[in-house]
């Protein structure tokens, strides 16, 4: 092996959508002067960019790169420990390939929405309702829905009372008022 790499950090916590700088050492062991392109791989290679996709490294010496990674806010972004990958290819010697990885932990955060459907029944005195409870965080959504009405004129409950929505999912909740 001529080459290894690392990064800086390891276990960084990340805010999905916000942008962190991570660097990365790419350190030459052979005897010349060697040029190295370096790749995000795997799942999330996406994203993953590299300021400096293509580096060379005098002969025993080394080279940090900085990686920029933005994990989007969407619920597919998966909260919990994630790992993010680049190969370290030798320009000329493709054997020599060398991974680094590093670990970084997403964060959940919540975005819960509740959209109103068009009446179903009404009546004088009654109505039915129907609710899209949305879930657009990248969590499992607990959510607990009751009516209130300060002035104490519209009474009701909900079918069901409490609902639990997968990240990206919906779930239908009815108000008979």
Avoid: Y
């Amino acid at each position: 092996m001529s080459v290894q790499a690392w990064f800086s950090n390891d276990d960084v916590d990340v805010d999905p959508g916000s942008s962190m700088t991570l660097q990365l050492t790419v350190q030459n062991l052979g005897e010349t002067t060697k040029s190295f392109a370096i790749i995000p791989t795997g799942l999330c290679a996406d994203w993953v960019r590299v300021e400096r996709n293509s580096i060379t490294v005098f002969d025993e010496s080394l080279d940090s790169v900085d990686v920029v990674v933005t994990p989007p806010r969407l619920p597919s972004t998966t909260a919990g420990p994630t790992a993010i990958g680049l190969r370290v290819v030798p320009n000329g010697d493709p054997e020599g390939t060398v991974i680094a990885e590093t670990t970084l932990d997403v964060q959940p955060f919540d975005d819960r929405r509740i959209v109103p459907l068009q009446p179903v029944i009404r009546t004088r005195h009654r109505a039915n309702f129907e609710f899209m409870v949305e879930n657009h965080g990248n969590g499992l959504a607990s959510c607990r829905v009751r009516l209130v009405d300060p002035s104490d004129r519209v009474d009701g409950d909900f079918d069901p009372p409490a609902v639990g929505v997968q990240p990206g999912g919906a779930s239908l909740v009815r108000l008979k008022a």
